[in-house]
């Protein structure tokens, strides 16, 4: 009677406790990703005095796809902030990727896309989901955190307020 009992208890325990869901980084942490020139990147590079936005993505991801085309479609709105285009993609596919739904994006001075070679993005930032979209404010801290590409927008009215 014991054994069905226990199976019974971790069954209900396990399906009652929900998975602890993880929360987006409060703060900019300190990461190196790379350009892909295949230069570094480094937190303490990003710009101080003004909004930065990290959009998180995956060149095969079709949520990725919409949201890095609002992004284009919507780069005056852009212009204030720093943004940046982080993936664990290659360089090749990255570039291809923001090439074919963000060209918008390409060769502006506050836009740059970053290749997360040692894989820092995901423990640091804690993404929920591709597509990811932080916006901090100028003392690096979280202002949005945005997965839902239908929900892109309001970081556009985030950015306009900061």
Do not use: W
Not at 10 to 36: C, K, M, Y
């Amino acid at each position: 009677m014991k054994l069905p009992l226990i199976i019974v208890s971790t069954l209900l325990l396990f399906f009652a406790v929900p998975a602890n869901a993880q929360t987006p980084a409060r703060e900019i942490p300190n990461f190196t990703f790379f350009t892909v020139d295949g230069n570094p990147f480094a937190s303490s590079q990003i710009p101080k005095g003004r909004p930065s936005v990290f959009s998180f993505f995956d060149v095969t991801c079709t949520h990725c796809k919409s949201t890095m085309k609002t992004l284009g479609d919507r780069y005056p709105d852009l212009r204030k902030a720093s943004v940046y285009l982080v993936t664990l993609d290659g360089r090749k596919e990255a570039l291809d990727f923001v090439k074919k739904h963000g060209p918008q994006l390409l060769n502006k001075p506050n836009v740059t896309i970053l290749i997360d070679l040692n894989k820092e993005f995901l423990p640091k930032f804690q993404p929920q989901q591709y597509p990811s979209v932080y916006v901090y404010n100028k003392y690096r801290r979280l202002e949005l955190y945005e997965k839902d590409e239908r929900k892109i927008p309001h970081i556009f009215e985030k950015i306009k307020s900061l």
